[in-house]
């Protein structure tokens, strides 16, 4: 015989089924206000849509008949076009209790474009990104751009001011040039820039101490700026400060146009750091076995075209990768970009001329 079966234990009894409490009811929020999983995203098509501006109200419980039958309806209907999203209002003190399990959202389109871009909605002012997947907001970058730029132009009044001077001034050119204490002073002048930027690499971020070096290396520039100027030709002065205006602009221009399309100017570096070197040993050569008129001109053009090329290559740092704190190294940069664009034309047009 087999072994013997063992009893069958009867199942267990269900539990009774909780009483006052309908069970359709388990399956709806009872909280007073409604889920907050949609605040700030789409609404689902289950969900009604007032017009921009209309309070919807969604009820949240149904513990009698209406208030189902409001659900349902609320329910019911479709979405209008376009994704919308959902503010929550908080219920005043003292709320009847015919509305104490609703809660009233406002539906209305969001603003265009990703939340950093926009500026006041509202007023329909919204800053639009400087070059492609740009994550910053871009009005910092404005800021920084414009506090650049004003730097910059206080520099090139400065200089203009300077070279004005000692152009204009005949004793000072003549100090500079016929005394032996002046040609002194015009030799520390043009090694006082370089020995300038060693203290503004560690305090430009020190206000206003990287303001007096910049103010100090911008004058030192000037002084030798105004003495170039000072035995050249007033008309190829005058050319040559047309068009280094033109091109900068111009340039300008086109490297904010093109960083907005995705094109980036990185790659230019390693390339016009090679051209300054070509420059400063042809310099080199030129000081000691000079080559003559046309050496000049090919110097002039060679250097002015390396220019213009940084002139592209740091407008679009100043887009794209200088710090906000890096405003003075910023500006140094596209001074020194325009100087030397403007001294090599001049030296073009002045070997041309003569």
Not at 127 to 154: G, H, N, Q, T
Request: charged share 15%; proline share 8%; aromatic share 12%.
């Amino acid at each position: 015989m087999g072994p013997a079966r063992q009893p069958r234990v009867p199942a267990a009894t269900a539990s009774p089924r909780p009483r006052g409490r309908n069970p359709r009811e388990l399956s709806l929020p009872l909280s007073r206000h409604p889920p907050l999983s949609h605040i700030g995203r789409p609404i689902p098509a289950s969900l009604k849509t007032s017009p921009p501006g209309e309070p919807f109200t969604a009820a949240t419980t149904a513990h009698d008949d209406s208030d189902q039958e409001r659900s349902r309806e609320l329910r019911a209907q479709r979405p209008a076009a376009g994704p919308y999203t959902v503010t929550a209002v908080k219920r005043r003190r003292g709320e009847s209790e015919r509305n104490r399990g609703e809660a009233k959202m406002y539906f209305r389109p969001p603003p265009k474009g990703p939340e950093w871009y926009a500026g006041d909605a509202e007023a329909g002012q919204a800053a639009r990104p400087l070059y492609p997947m740009m994550l910053e907001d871009p009005r910092l970058r404005w800021s920084f751009i414009r506090k650049v730029y004003s730097i910059l132009s206080i520099q090139m009044l400065l200089t203009v001011a300077v070279a004005a001077v000692v152009v204009y001034v005949r004793p000072v050119a003549l100090f500079f040039v016929s005394t032996p204490g002046g040609f002194g002073l015009y030799i520390f002048l043009i090694i006082l820039p370089f020995i300038v930027l060693c203290p503004l690499y560690y305090y430009y971020q020190h206000h206003p101490v990287n303001l007096l070096l910049l103010g100090l290396f911008t004058v030192a520039i000037s002084f030798a700026v105004g003495l170039t100027c000072a035995f050249t030709k007033g008309q190829v002065i005058l050319e040559s400060a047309i068009l280094t205006s033109v091109v900068v602009v111009s340039l300008t221009a086109y490297t904010f146009w093109a960083a907005k399309r995705g094109h980036d100017f990185s790659f230019l570096g390693p390339f016009l750091f090679a051209g300054v070197m070509i420059l400063v040993v042809f310099s080199l050569i030129q000081l000691f076995f000079p080559l003559g008129r046309v050496s000049l001109m090919v110097y002039g053009g060679l250097a002015a075209l390396i220019f213009c090329g940084y002139i592209i290559y740091d407008t679009d740092n100043l887009i794209k990768r200088y710090s906000y704190d890096e405003y003075v190294w910023a500006a140094v940069a596209l001074y020194l970009d325009v100087i030397n664009l403007f001294l090599s034309l001049l030296t073009l047009f002045r070997a041309a001329d003569s």
